[in-house]
């Protein structure tokens, strides 16, 4: 009796699937994070009614890719390439880090810096939709989390909400290098105005039309934001601060790091990075940092991040942490920080405002006479003139010369002008890409380029699976060491302070195992049981770009997967 019912039971079972099946099927094609596009299996088609919504043909995911590069290689404008491509990851997303994989060192600088800051400059102008409906919200649990409010987008400036894209831009990154899951990603711009006339008078800003509100309302929204992301997602989320204005970073930094899992990317981000490259200079030259006279262009908090640090790596090293302040000094627009100087410094400043000397100087050429470094960030453009690169090499056998300033635009000084007025001397590294040099003697150089992707990804990922409550700075000074030991001799020799951005996602992977060592040996960390083979651990944790299949279990598929 109940084996007839049974039997006569199955087909309207089967039939009911079948129909749920297809219900499904139109979502997952149109939500990016599940699309395949042509893809897509017969058998798939067929069980989840997607027949006659794509075209004929089944293609694989390297032909897809292959459309991809030949698409773009048509293409000469960087901002048409940076709409095509983000137009990728707004329609499948996992194609769209296949291809970002497959020719990151090309394409990185198109994502990500200097392209990203024109695409910030015209974003309203080439939105296409957000990157998250308000549904969706609702259906992942972001471990990760990268925020702005706009007010100092790379050396642009105050860009209002139209600094959106340097959260996309920095979470691409973390997929792409790092391989942390893109649906643990969420990118965030808090609006409260922008001082940029400009924008308040374009009718395609996307924010709103007030100057940026900088009263205690602002900090009450901040401490809001931080609580409600904890409260929600969890004590452990990262919250990554990307681009806030040097008087705001310094002081959410100093509020929440204690509290929060937090970062500023711009501080110690960038400092990571600018270390690992000295690190890296440090065995060309054969000359310890903590023998090395350090000037920086610039003193904001890029400045007084790479700073500290470097103070932190002396210390480490053997010297007092007061020699090691007195090695750092800072010229800004207002000239060297000096003690008893007319314009006033702040507090964040002091420890580098050294007792002035007999001789103030009253040029950047002049300031450079006795040091061996030289670090810009003051985004300001070519401060690194002919002479102040000439001062360098009659003074330095091996002059280290870093323009960091972003976008490429800023920058102190090209890596043409650093080679060739220094004889092929120099230790060279810049914020943003410069292609090869080639010497009148035949000489080629690749320079280095201290991109802060080398660092934050790779940071992000031991913290998201150490689930670390407070990230402290040696945390960064330890990512830094881990980048320079990924320095081969060969590379070094090409001129290279850094590893090719094309073996990034090892690079992030080997920082991240080496972070994660640290922070089990230091107790920081509160993932448990503490995985003993902590590299198998962090590549079995990392997310790959192939495409599922849809058919397994199909029926008990969670609603997480079509929303």
């Known amino acids: 009796m109940f084996s007839r019912l049974r039997a006569a039971a199955a087909p309207c079972a089967m039939a009911r699937r079948g129909i749920h099946m297809k219900e499904k099927g139109k979502p997952l094609m149109l939500n990016p994070r599940t699309n395949k596009g042509m893809a897509f299996t017969l058998h798939e088609r067929q069980m989840l009614g997607l027949q006659g919504l794509l075209p004929p043909k089944i293609e694989t995911q390297d032909i897809q890719a292959l459309r991809f590069h030949k698409n773009l290689a048509k293409m000469t404008d960087p901002l048409e390439k940076y709409i095509y491509i983000m137009g990728i990851q707004e329609r499948n997303e996992k194609l769209f880090y296949r291809v970002l994989q497959d020719d990151i060192e090309r394409l990185m600088p198109i994502v990500y810096t200097p392209t990203v ?25 972001p471990q990760a989390v990268v925020v702005t409010d706009g007010e100092r987008i790379l050396g642009l400036g105050d860009l209002g909400v139209y600094g959106m ?103 110690q981000g960038t400092a990571s990075v600018a270390l690992a490259g000295l690190l890296a200079a440090q065995k060309a030259t054969g000359r310890p940092l903590t023998e090395q006279k350090v000037l920086f262009l610039g003193a904001g908090e ?3 991040g790479i700073a500290n640090l470097i103070v932190m790596a002396m210390v480490e090293s053997g010297v007092s942490a007061e020699e090691a302040y007195g090695r750092i000094w800072m010229f800004d627009k207002h000239g060297l920080l000096v003690q008893d100087r007319e314009q006033k410094v702040d507090s964040n400043q002091e420890p580098f405002t050294h007792r002035a000397p007999e001789q103030i100087p009253k040029t950047f050429v002049e300031a450079v006479t ?18 102040v690169i000439k001062a360098m ?11 960091l300033s972003n976008p490429t635009v800023k920058a102190e000084c ?15 590294a810049s914020g943003s890409p410069f292609d090869l040099v080639t010497l009148k003697d035949g000489r080629t150089f690749k320079p280095g380029q201290g991109n802060n992707a080398y660092i934050f990804p790779g940071v992000a990922l031991a913290v998201i699976l150490s689930s670390v409550r407070h990230i402290s700075d040696k945390v960064f000074l330890e990512a830094a060491k881990a980048l320079a030991e990924q320095l081969s001799d060969e590379e070094l020799a090409q001129g290279r302070l850094y590893p090719p951005l094309s073996n990034i996602r090892e690079v992030s992977i080997s920082i991240a195992v080496k972070v994660m060592e640290f922070l089990y040996a230091n107790n920081m960390a509160f993932h448990y049981p503490e995985p003993e083979d902590k590299n198998r651990y962090v590549r079995s ?23």
């Open 117 to 141: 800051g024109l695409a910030c400059s015209q974003y309203g102008h080439i939105f296409r939709r957000p990157k998250l409906c308000v549904g969706c919200c609702f259906f992942f649990c």
């Open 165 to 267: 894209g340097i959260p996309v831009g920095k979470l691409c990154l973390y997929t792409a290098c790092a391989g942390i899951h893109p649906d643990k990603c969420l990118p965030v711009c808090i609006d409260v105005g922008t001082d940029n006339t400009t924008l308040l008078k374009d009718p395609f800003y996307m924010g709103l039309y007030q100057k940026r509100d900088r009263s205690q309302v602002y900090d009450d929204l901040i401490d809001e934001f931080m609580e409600a992301i904890t409260d929600r997602y969890g004590q452990n989320t990262l919250i990554q601060f990307e681009d806030f204005g040097n008087h705001n970073a310094f002081r959410f930094l100093r509020k929440y790091r204690e509290k929060y899992c937090t970062f500023n990317d711009d501080i």
């Open 302 to 304: 890029a400045a007084l």
């Open 370 to 387: 006795v040091v061996s470094v030289i670090l810009g960030v003051a985004g300001a453009g070519r401060l690194f003139s002919h002479e």
């Open 393 to 403: 090499a009659a003074i330095n056998d091996r002059p280290i010369i870093f323009a």
């Open 414 to 428: 090209t890596a043409e002008e650093a080679y060739t007025l220094t004889e092929g001397r120099c230790l060279f």
């Open 541 to 563: 944790k990392v997310w790959t770009y192939e495409y599922e299949s849809f058919m397994p279990d199909v029926y008990d598929w969670p609603e997480s997967k079509v929303h």
